[in-house]
């Protein structure tokens, strides 16, 4: 899973990968990036999932986001542009083949975002 998002991030022209966040729909895949995507090159994950949440969207500025486990229909409802951008495999996930978009221009501020994309389940 982490190897694919790697994969889509890196494939993003320059200037849109320094501005990239990555997005993930529970505290295990933003954990999986964070644990093993430092040595992809990837940035911090940020998810509304549990702690995740209390931590923050840090300095994300919603322009580019790379999203793992959330679905295309909730993205859109925040921005501009959504595409597919892969399918994540995984033998040892509890989830399987999860969409991975890339999401670009955030309709409103993060910061204004960020309560809404809070869950405890």
Known sequence: MVTTVAEVYHSLPPDER??????????????AVDFLGRELGLPR???????????????????????????????????????????AHCDYCLEQERPVYVARRLR????????????YD
């Open 18 to 31: 320094t501005q990239a966040t990555i997005l993930a729909g529970n505290y295990g895949q933003a954990g």
């Open 45 to 87: 994950a940020i998810s509304g999932h549990n702690n995740y949440f209390l931590w923050g969207p840090g300095d994300a500025s919603g322009e580019v986001v790379i999203s793992i486990g959330l679905s295309e229909g909730d993205l859109r409802e925040f921005f501009e542009d959504v595409r597919w951008a892969a399918t």
């Open 108 to 119: 409103f501020p993060i910061q204004e975002v960020w309560p809404q994309v809070k869950h």
